[in-house]
């Protein structure tokens, strides 16, 4: 059984918002550029947009059918958001922030005095268990980022949501304590049992949280993959891109293991089937090998015409073209320590990406 | 000295404010939450031309829609006994109008200040729309609220056009502080003038001063 189905279609002011997908378990990564519709897509899951045509549904409930007319508002959906500032009521202090979540049963007079005691109970459980404690009674301002996470976790997981949908959930973190973070992060979710919704533009959060990634162009999404997968051997460009491939060229083929790399001017062998779609190559930054001088092979060597280099704190980026034939750019990763300008870069056949 | 223009002038803009605080942030919440800008935009004019409109002339139309042998004057006069012009409901009358178009803008623009996705946060942990108002609208719009409603006070303690339209000039009756300062200095009375100008310009101070002091004391909150 499908956990949650998405198919809708929204006109915004720049670009037509179509997606169309389903997960049943697991967590869900939307990689894509900023503005090109994922936070957009996360609210209209949520019911806090309306899109124009389409049905969203999970196995239990139809959120929105536009063909039946139903559109649920966001507190019957049950799904759990995370905001990218966090979204912490400024008004109320860390306790009360997290006792907002509770939803309440029709109120009766005569259990009011329970359910209250009952309220204080839950709360003071979550405290502990999202380790909040000497900071019920403060209010969100003082908190740092990753108390402000935390408490809008636990205030989500109270409210007993089917599906959580976090947006850009490190954005506003510094970049030190995003890693530990992260760790954090992934174990709370270990623990919810519904399938969970990651939006973000950093393809190394996606690939440390997801099981299942998404990739959206403008408007739409282009790629839906199992995470590994699509890192390892992504089948589209802007698959390629997305997940760091720094040198993509333009190919057509010109022998049964031969491309050309028509933007560098460089021939590559191949040594699997080249597919018939195929129309662009890449190869990753540090992918290419500087060859000695004196090296024998013949196969996918280049010889290097240098053209920049960027230094940061632990690596080198080479920028060079080909010294025979000089075209385009292509970037090459060096680690410390191993600097060099070689004379001659060579790169696995085995490693070359093979785009539609 | 006179005081009973100190005494109608304070009774008439608390008695105002009563009425436009609440039926401000009404209207602000309604056009804030309105769906089409197009009908935004007309209401939002509406509301705020008492503020552009000349007082005289915004004046002229209460006496023109309450006036005795006006419609709704008449209404008033013939079912409650209520004669409205030129009684001290006509300056009451005239405070609202002229100060509510300062408590709507305020208001609207102090729920338009608070983030969005706060209430968005709010709906999709279940709260109902009454909760999500007074419990994260209201309070984080608080301070623009009440400094909203401060100058809607003073607003109408220093009404004068619409006031000497409606409301006329009568002393002991209708005649406010700004009513007054013109009828002695009318009369050649400057000395009788100072004394109004001088309460005058201390109740706008501490007006003033209230409302800066209001917006102190929430920065000072929110950076608890």
Known sequence: ?356 | MDFSPILISMKTASAAIVFTFFVGIAFAYWVVNMKHEKVKMVCDGLLTLPLVLPPTVAGFFLLYVFGVKRPIGKFFLDFFGVKIAFSWSATVLAAIIMSLPMMYRSARGAFEQVDPNLLYAGRTLGMSEWSIFWRILFPNALSGILSGGILAFARGLGEFGATAMIAGNIAGRTQTLPLAVYSKVAAGDMQGAYQYVLILVVLSFLVVTGMNYVTYIYQRYNRR
């Open chain 1, 1 to 356: 059984m499908k956990k949650l189905q998405v198919d809708f279609r929204k006109r915004l002011k720049n670009f037509d918002l179509q997606m169309n997908f389903a997960m049943e378990e697991g967590r869900l990564g939307i990689l894509g550029a900023s503005g090109c519709g994922k936070s957009m897509t996360l609210k209209t899951i949520a019911g806090i947009v309306t899109p124009d045509t389409g049905r969203i549904e999970t196995g239990k409930t139809v959120f929105y059918d536009s063909a039946e007319k139903v559109n649920l508002t966001p507190q019957k959906r049950k799904v759990g958001y995370l905001f990218q500032n966090y979204a912490l009521f400024p008004n109320m202090t860390v306790a009360d922030n997290i006792a907002a979540g509770i939803r309440h049963a029709k109120r009766k007079d005569k259990r009011h005095r329970t359910e209250k005691q009952n309220v204080r109970e839950q709360v003071k459980n979550l405290i502990e268990q999202f380790q909040l404690q000497g900071l019920e009674n403060q209010y969100p301002v003082k908190l740092s980022g990753g108390q402000q996470q935390r408490t809008a976790l636990a205030r989500i997981l109270v409210s007993r949501p089917d599906i959580l949908l976090l947006d850009e959930p490190f954005s506003a973190m510094d970049s030190y304590l995003r890693e530990e973070l992260q760790i954090e992060l992934d174990n709370r979710l270990k623990t919810f049992s519904g399938c969970s919704v990651i939006v973000s533009h950093d393809r190394d959060e996606i690939y440390k949280l997801c099981s299942h990634t998404m990739i959206m162009g403008e408007g739409s999404n282009i790629i839906f993959e199992e995470t590994k997968k699509l890192f390892n051997q992504p089948r589209y460009m802007q698959a390629a891109r997305l997940t760091g491939c720094k040198n993509i060229s333009k190919a057509e083929r010109v022998g049964p293991r031969t491309i050309r790399a028509t933007d560098w001017g460089v021939e590559f062998c191949i040594d699997r089937e080249i597919p018939k779609q195929l129309s662009y190559i890449g190869i990753r930054a540090h992918d290419f090998i500087p060859a000695d001088v004196n090296d024998q092979r013949r196969e996918n060597v280049i010889p290097v015409f240098p053209c920049g280099i960027t230094k940061a704190p632990f690596e080198w980026t080479l920028l060079f073209q080909n010294k025979e034939n000089p075209k385009g750019n292509m970037w090459m990763k060096q680690e410390r320590g191993k600097e060099q300008i070689p004379e001659k870069v060579w790169v696995d056949q085995s490693k070359i990406l093979l785009l539609e």
